[in-house]
């Protein structure tokens, strides 16, 4: 998740635009990461275009403890370019 924030930063930066995220929608709360060290991160990924979503795109499970996917990371990664791309 963080990595993707940086390279969207990115992608803003190099089209000479406002580095700054800004909402697309409303955060999400996910079940299970309220003590997690990101949490946060992931909060934010979730306003940002739904970067980060529930595990499967169902519930409110994030799974931060989990292996990623191939399919999780590659949807994440599209979601966020389509919204870097937008702007």
Known sequence: MAVL???AEFGF?????????????????????QNYWAASIFT??????SVAAAI????????AND???????????LRMLKCVKAQ
């Open 5 to 7: 924030r940086r390279a």
């Open 13 to 33: 930066s190099a089209r000479g635009m406002n580095r700054d995220l800004v909402a697309k929608e409303p955060s999400k709360t996910f079940s299970d990461t």
């Open 44 to 49: 934010q990924r979730s306003y940002y275009c």
């Open 56 to 63: 499967n795109e169902i519930g409110d499970r994030f799974a």
């Open 67 to 77: 292996s990623a996917k191939q399919n999780y990371a590659a949807a994440t990664t």
